[in-house]
């Protein structure tokens, strides 16, 4: 079965641009059924209709509460039929309105190794705190903000002279090639999220998720 994968974007759009290519390839078995942006100028939308997709702004501003802005979300989404809502640098706080419906279904990447730096400014935060080490996580979305289980993680190294900059560009790299695996994997049904925990072919994951080498099988 291929799936069929929303991606929910604000930004410049280099993940859903890796997941695209990974559909393109076959790394992927499914395809971007549509790209939604809440920001209606948002590199992300153009990029994406240059490759054919299907795309849709909806902008947050136009709603009086987000809420409100979630349940425009979620009814905008059910006509393209998604298997995965797929969050790749969506720049707004979803509420259960939305999460509810989508739990299991909804998952995010986040560029830290979380638990660490839920929120913004992760590289910063890591750069200031001394750390040795950076990286990105997906996770399943579930009503706490960056808090829900992960499924995968990627790790770089901080090296002498990293700012916020070049540490992102580092971890993007991994972003692009964990993302796909990840979403092939649920998509495939070899990643679920039971209750509160995910599980990988139907042992529970640690809370640092699978390893990247054993959803690329
Ligand atoms: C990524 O770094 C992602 O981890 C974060 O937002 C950024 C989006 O980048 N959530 P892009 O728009 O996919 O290039």
Redo the contacts with the bound molecule.
Sequence with gaps: MSGRIAVL?S??????EALAEACEDGRIDGSLCVVVSNRPAAP?LARAAARGLPTLALDHRAYPDRAAFDAALNEALLPFAPDLVVL??FMRILTPTFITPWRGRLVN???SLLPLYPGLDTHARALAAGDREAG?TVHFVIEALDAGPAILQARVPIREGDDPGTL?AR??LE?HRIYPLAVQACLGGRVRLAGDRAELDGALLPPSGAEAAALAR
């Design positions: 974007a930004g410049v759009g280099s993940n859903a992300v790749a640098g990447i986040h560029p990105a992102a971890v993007q972003e």
